[in-house]
Structures are given as structure tokens and as C-alpha cells.
């Protein structure tokens, strides 16, 4: 009996970890977001990198952003789609918490770490209807003049 508990709790501390990180299908991958602003906060840090984004008071869509060139990477993933469907969130939250990827793939990409007061824009998804905290997964990362896909390793 006391094997069955040790067995059950030990089961139970292994699988905490990944009910409290959420996956891709939480997000509303059918509806790309751009936000552009100011890193104010960076989490440099596993299972993945994350920065609060300060947006400006009145956010918008860059002229260039449907022209933007993007880097390939090993996923298919169609950029030009989700650049020619970006748009703004409709909630107006000022802050926003910026999930990169892994720090390995960040490191193969060649980001380097981004220091609070960084301009810094991402393309990527919320949760589904923008419930919840204002949260976006990044896709792309738009850094120091270079775009970043983050969903996999480059080509």
C-alpha cells in the first residue's frame, strides 16, 4: 500500500510541471497578432525564453509588415500568410508577457539576449477570443533589424 502512494505522488510531481505549461493548442493559430514595443522585463530562461512587451498608447501595423522578409526554417510554417493576415489585438492592454522559444533554438537562431528597453516586435497568437492574460507565442521575433522564426530550427 504504501508502494501505491509513493508510486502515485511521484506520478502526480512528475506530471505538475507540464499541466501548468500550456501548449500550441491553446492558441488561436488562425488569427495572427502584431505587437511592437518596449522590452521592460526579460526571463532569459528554460523551458523558454519570455519578455513583458510595453506597447505605445496607440499601437498599429507597420506599412512594411506584408513585405517583411522572413528567415526559412525547418517547420512548414507559410510567413507570408500569417504577415498578410496580421492585425492588432482588440483588447487594449499595454503590457504584454512575449513567450519566445527554447533557449537552445534561441541560440541557434543567433538571438542574443535582449536587455530591458529593447524595441522590440513579435508576430504570433494569444489565446483563443484574447481570453485570459494578455499572453502572445511568438512566431516571429523582430529584433535589431533581423526576424526570427521561432517556431523551429533554421535551414
Known amino acids: 500500500m504504501i508502494e501505491r502512494r509513493l508510486f502515485v505522488a511521484g506520478s502526480l510531481g512528475?506530471?505538475?510541471?507540464?499541466?501548468?505549461?500550456?501548449?500550441?493548442?491553446?492558441?488561436?493559430?488562425?488569427?495572427?497578432?502584431?505587437?511592437?514595443?518596449?522590452?521592460?522585463?526579460?526571463?532569459?530562461?528554460?523551458?523558454?525564453?519570455?519578455?513583458e512587451l510595453e506597447l505605445p498608447e496607440n499601437?498599429?501595423?507597420?506599412?512594411?509588415?506584408?513585405?517583411?522578409?522572413?528567415?526559412?526554417?525547418?517547420?512548414?510554417?507559410?510567413?507570408?500568410?500569417?504577415?498578410?493576415?496580421?492585425q492588432l489585438p482588440t483588447r487594449r492592454d499595454r503590457k504584454w508577457l512575449i513567450e519566445l522559444a527554447p533557449l537552445t533554438r534561441l541560440q541557434a537562431w543567433g538571438v542574443e539576449e535582449i536587455k530591458p528597453g529593447t524595441p522590440v516586435a513579435a508576430l504570433g497568437f494569444t489565446f483563443t477570443g484574447e481570453k485570459g492574460d494578455p499572453v502572445l507565442r511568438a512566431e516571429y521575433l523582430f529584433v535589431g533589424g533581423k526576424a526570427y522564426g521561432l517556431r523551429s530550427s533554421p535551414t
Do not use: C, I
Not at 505587437?35 to 519578455?51: D, F, I, Q, S, Y
Not at 499601437?59 to 510567413?79: E, H, I, Y
Open 14 to 51: 512528475l506530471a505538475l510541471p507540464s499541466w501548468a505549461h500550456h501548449g500550441w493548442s491553446s492558441f488561436d493559430q488562425d488569427r495572427p497578432l502584431y505587437l511592437e514595443g518596449r522590452a521592460t522585463k526579460v526571463m532569459w530562461r528554460n523551458p523558454h525564453g519570455e519578455l
Open 59 to 86: 499601437p498599429t501595423l507597420p506599412a512594411d509588415l506584408k513585405q517583411r522578409p522572413l528567415p526559412r526554417q525547418s517547420a512548414n510554417v507559410d510567413g507570408p500568410a500569417l504577415l498578410a493576415k496580421a
